[in-house]
């Protein structure tokens, strides 16, 4: 995950995004950021991810939703 962060910066660093740990719960550990100007606080996101012996994909993905709800509820942007 570090090595993706470090290409995105490389090809697009004007990108957003979001960081959300699926364990035996989701959490939204960022919310979705403009990569460039938050690249330490999605560093130090990955970095604090511990593995676990569970992987729950579903609130995974219901959480990564939530976050692209909450920029578009604040932003009026529909499309990402």
Known sequence: SREYLNLRLHVSPND??????FARHARILCGLLPLKAHADK???AIDG???DYC???G????AAKQALEQVASETGQTTF
């Open 16 to 21: 957003r995004i979001s960081i959300v740990s």
């Open 42 to 44: 999605v560093r130090r």
């Open 49 to 51: 991810i511990k593995s």
């Open 55 to 57: 992987t729950n994909i």
């Open 59 to 62: 609130d995974g993905l219901i």
